[in-house]
């Protein structure tokens, strides 16, 4: 599972590198993950799906309110 962490963040580097918006790395950070999710037993993908449908204008308010206290 660590490892798989680090394919996906190397890739959200790379794709920031490249000039993708941070919200592009976002929704494709979100797919990612979904897709692992759908990879788990039944009884466990309800709990890896919780919080996978915030946008990504709301995980940027949060983060910036985050940076601000």
């Known amino acids: ?3 798989k962490f680090m394919v996906v963040a190397l890739a959200a580097i790379v794709f920031a590198g490249a000039g993708c918006s941070n919200k592009a790395v976002y929704q494709n950070l979100q ?6 999710c759908r990879r788990l037993p039944v009884t466990e993908y309800d709990a ?4 996978m449908d915030q946008s ?3 995980y940027e308010r949060q983060r ?3 940076i601000k206290k």
Not at 48 to 51: P, Q
């Open 1 to 3: 599972m660590k490892t």
């Open 56 to 58: 990504y204008e709301e």
């Open 31 to 36: 797919l990612n993950k979904k897709q692992e």
């Open 64 to 66: 910036q309110q985050a």
């Open 48 to 51: 890896c799906m919780r919080g």
